[in-house]
């Protein structure tokens, strides 16, 4: 009666040891899989001109190509030249334009919950829309020198020389203060606005530098972080030269440079039924106007 | 340890191991689904299509990403800026949409084309109708 019993405890042992082995296998390259593409989280969707990748595993930078997978660290630099769209898998999409730098940190998402994003913006230029609209989506860019957050929105920006290029034709809060060449950061909230059609949440940003935090709420509405700990600038109206540039920067191509700016200066007049009576229309960017409040500080 | 505890230790590992594995498909057809997004507006003529499309069904924010890929590629294409202009006048950003009309001719369009951009623009914008957070 013994022998069987033990013959019988020796095969479970036997059999136990192989499905254990069978599982640690499949376990081990389940997880190495789930490494190496859980943290892809998106791809680039339109590259043009020269666009460049690195991470811990390549540090030399590397020339992308459309549809390739971007993973999380991925460091992107675009050349004087370049601008990328990189499409993240919730469908939100960041656009840089040339000479730019952009990182994503962090990215969760789950269909039915939301999407949690990081992002850092070194240098340049970018346009962030947000993907489908979720209750449960949060999003933050950060730059060098202050951070972004921001709820169902279309935002753009300029980290930089480019801001304080731009900043340079705003209200007088804006234009004079002093700004770091390489940090300065300006911020437009595009939209969508209060007015919008379904699908689409209205957006909104906030803003903190120097342990202060403004919010943006209406399209238009702009910030200025000038350097390192100063308090963010704004909420003011982005001229329409402002805006002008700010396209030129994320999209130099469309806009025809110096010529789509000097259009753009008398654009909001000589399309009046464009806009539809909100009383929304900027300072041109001479002057503080009434929509122009330098630093409000929201939360302290 | 006895047999049923590695008949027990092994469904565990076996079950984490198969979840982990089948969780992967999941991230490689949204990473797909990207692909044919990308694949689908490849052609300047297809992502306009694409984008109407998307436009026509509510996906504005998909519509105006379309847009700007098939901007990134093609700066000048007169068409895919005109949509691009009228969507924003959907998403409420008229001053971003005046700015994106003062760059357009209305020569460069067939009149129905220009006329029908202009007016979802000239539409007055209903009190909030977008959803809020």
């Known amino acids: ?300 | 340890m006895t047999s049923n505890a590695f008949r027990v230790v092994s469904a565990v590992f076996g079950f984490m191991a198969v979840s982990t594995v089948l969780l992967q498909p999941a991230v490689a057809q949204s990473l797909e689904a990207l692909d044919q997004l990308v694949l689908a507006s490849a052609k300047p003529a297809d992502g306009l299509a694409l984008a109407r499309s998307q436009a026509g069904s509510g996906a504005l924010l998909d519509a105006l990403a379309t847009l700007e890929r098939v901007l990134l590629t093609d700066p000048a294409n007169k068409p895919a800026q005109l949509l691009h202009a009228s969507i924003l006048c959907r998403i409420d950003d008229q001053e971003g949409a005046a700015a994106e009309f003062g760059r357009l001719k209305s020569k460069d369009f067939k009149k129905p084309e220009w006329a029908a951009a202009r007016a979802v623009c000239a539409a007055p914008a209903a009190s909030p109708r977008g959803t809020t957070k």
């Open chain 1, 1 to 300: 009666m013994k022998m069987p019993e033990k013959k019988t405890s020796t095969r479970y042992l036997k059999r136990g040891l192989l499905a254990l082995g069978a599982a640690s296998t499949m376990l081990s390259w389940g997880i190495a899989n789930a490494q190496s593409s859980a943290a892809q989280i998106g791809i680039a969707a339109a590259v043009v001109g020269q666009v460049k990748l690195s991470n811990a595993q390549s540090p030399k930078p590397k020339a992308i190509s459309v549809r390739q997978r971007i993973a999380l660290a991925d460091l992107i630099q675009t050349g004087k030249n370049g601008r990328l769209q990189v499409l993240l898998l919730d469908r939100s999409t960041f656009t840089i334009g040339p000479n730019s730098v952009l990182r994503i940190d962090r990215f969760v998402y789950d269909p039915s919950r939301g999407r949690t994003s990081g992002a850092s913006v070194l240098r340049g230029s970018f346009r962030f829309m947000s993907g489908q609209p979720n209750r449960g989506n949060s999003a933050t860019i950060s730059s060098p020198i202050a951070t972004i957050g921001i709820r169902g929105t279309i935002l753009e920006g300029v980290v930089g020389e480019g801001a304080r290029d731009i900043a340079k034709n705003e209200n007088r809060a804006v234009r004079e203060a002093d700004a770091d060449k390489k940090t300065a950061t300006l911020v437009v909230l595009r939209g969508p606005g209060p007015g919008t059609e379904p699908g689409a949440e209205i957006g909104s940003a906030s803003v903190t530098s120097g342990g202060v935090t403004v919010e943006l709420t209406e399209p238009m509405q702009a910030v200025y972080v000038p350097r390192a700990g100063a308090a963010p600038i704004g909420p003011f109206r982005i001229s329409p030269g402002g805006l002008s540039g700010l396209h030129d920067q994320v999209f130099p191509d469309q806009g025809g440079g110096g010529l789509g700016k000097a259009l753009l200066g008398g654009a909001l007049r000589v399309l009046p039924g464009v806009i539809n009576g909100k009383g929304k229309r900027n300072t041109g960017g001479s002057a503080p106007g009434p929509n122009d409040q330098p630093g409000v500080p929201v939360k302290p």
